[in-house]
């Protein structure tokens, strides 16, 4: 299942910047439901399947990669990125 409201663009690594990017932007829904997925101790499996659109029985490998680069990402915004949200 994937939720109908997942944006197009999916990349297979975040485009890293020190900045809130529009890619960041354009994914902040998917990063969000991420952290809540994996406060929940969702597996990646079911974060790349449920969220992403990704099956990780056929691509494992792609898919946590993928999963690990956006978590990785949305812990950012959490942490650092929200700042920028909020600045100005």
Do not use: C
Not at 8 to 32: A, C, I, M, N
Not at 35 to 49: F, I, P, R
Request: hydrophobic share 35%; charged share 30%; no cysteine.
């Amino acid at each position: 299942m994937k939720y109908p409201d997942v944006k197009p663009g999916l990349k297979e690594e975040v485009p890293w910047s020190d900045s809130l990017t529009t890619y960041d932007r354009q994914h902040f829904t998917t990063y969000l439901r991420l952290l809540d997925a994996g406060a929940d101790e969702a597996s990646y499996e079911e974060m790349a399947q449920v969220i992403l659109g990704l099956d990780p029985v056929q691509e494992p490998e792609r898919a946590r990669k993928i999963v690990r680069s956006h978590v990785d990402r949305a812990n950012w915004m959490v942490t650092t990125g929200y700042k920028e949200l909020f600045a100005g």
